[in-house]
């Protein structure tokens, strides 16, 4: 059965550096997301991309992230100085239609 | 803002019996809504959904209603078995194009053998 894959599983970063995390959306998909569950809350909607282009971002989604989709597999999303309060498990998903689908998540650390 | 709430953080049941989670929303343009279930480190798996336009969907052992006057919507799992052991999230999307999912904060269900 096709699945969302991501990578890495673990990222610790330094505050203040970049970090890049990857996801591969199931071929077929169209639309595309990013979420994050900071731990012990609920999961939170970032940024929904359809067509090569972002289509709607939340409040948490500021100018220090951004998306991409470098290829036809790849969807990406980098911070670019990440804060302590970045801490958490980023998943990405990606939906034909109205069900969406999510990978196994990043668990990313900013010490 | 807390427009999709799950308001048991935990429920215990025994193997065999009925296990219903509850969620309650507050936003009247949800018009889609998703069961999923989240395992420690994994993402959410999604079980089950419904349309506003309806009432009642089941897949196998799994069943969610939905009452669109009182805003709420359950999931049934019957028989519950140990792998169910999991925190379960209801979320909610609107039909304006294809839109961002909004969580609630999830019920931790054991089941217990």
């Known amino acids: 059965e096709p699945e969302v894959t991501q990578t890495p599983s673990h990222q610790v970063t330094q505050m203040g550096q970049e970090v890049i995390l990857r996801c591969v959306p199931i071929s077929n998909h169209l639309y595309f997301y990013w979420y994050r569950q900071i731990l012990g809350q609920k999961v939170e909607f970032l940024v929904s991309?359809?067509?090569?282009?972002?289509?709607?971002k939340s409040e948490i989604f500021d100018d220090q992230f951004s998306v991409e989709r470098p290829d036809g597999s790849n969807f990406t999303l980098k911070i670019r100085s990440t804060k302590l309060e970045d801490s958490a498990m980023y998943f990405c998903a990606s939906s034909a239609n109205i069900e969406q689908y999510f990978g196994p998540g990043t668990r990313l650390t900013v010490t | 803002d807390q427009q999709v709430k799950q308001n048991s953080p935990s429920l215990s049941v025994q193997e065999g019996r009925i296990s219903i989670l509850n969620c309650d929303y507050t936003?009247?343009?949800?018009?889609?809504f998703l069961w999923y279930k989240k395992y420690p480190a994994e993402g959410p798996t999604f079980l089950i959904s419904i349309s506003s336009i309806k009432d009642k969907n089941e897949d196998g052992r799994f069943t969610v209603f939905l009452n669109k006057s009182a805003k709420h919507l359950s999931l049934h799992i019957v028989p519950s078995q140990p792998g169910d052991s999991a925190v379960y999230f209801c979320a909610a999307r609107t039909n304006f194009g294809n839109e961002k999912l909004t969580f609630g904060t999830g019920t931790r269900l054991t089941i217990i053998p």
């Open positions: 991309f359809y067509n090569n282009e972002i289509s709607e």
């Open positions: 936003n009247s343009m949800f018009d889609y």
